[in-house]
């Protein structure tokens, strides 16, 4: 079994930064695909940005991507999401998720994640 806490979320001014965080507990932590995906009232689910299994390769969704970065810290079990220049449309609950077993675009399907943290939320004002 494996837990996912998530913390970091907010109030911030379009422009502004937060960073999110997710410990990890349970099982290696090198064991699972890492993700981070958002939710905004009256929307599906959404990917934002992932790790690979080895945690050598990175992805982003496109409406984040130069203004995201996934990293995670080995010895702490912990995954973060830095995010800059937020505009109102990052507005959503955030959550980290963790998957045993997708592979390839699957990993980009909130339906393929096994483990999933109880999220936070980030509010960007205009």
């Known amino acids: 079994q494996v837990q996912l806490v998530e913390s970091g979320g907010g109030l911030v001014q379009a422009g502004g930064s937060l960073r999110l965080s997710c410990v990890v507990s349970?099982?290696?932590?090198?064991?699972?695909?890492m993700g981070w995906f958002r939710q905004a009232p009256g929307k599906e689910r959404e990917f934002v940005a992932r790790?690979?299994?080895?945690?050598?390769?990175?992805y982003y969704a496109d409406s984040v991507k130069g203004r995201f970065t996934i990293s995670r810290d080995n010895a702490k079990n912990t995954v973060y999401l830095q995010m800059n220049s937020l505009k109102p449309e990052d507005t959503a609950a955030y959550y980290c998720?963790?998957?045993?077993?997708?592979?390839?675009?699957?990993?980009?399907?909130?339906?393929?994640?096994?483990?999933w943290g109880q999220g936070t939320q980030v509010t960007v004002s205009s």
């Open positions: 790790f690979t299994r080895s945690g050598g390769t990175t």
């Open positions: 998720a963790a998957s045993g077993d997708c592979a390839g675009y699957g990993c980009y399907d909130p339906v393929k994640y096994n483990y």
């Open positions: 349970g099982r290696t932590f090198s064991s699972y695909a």
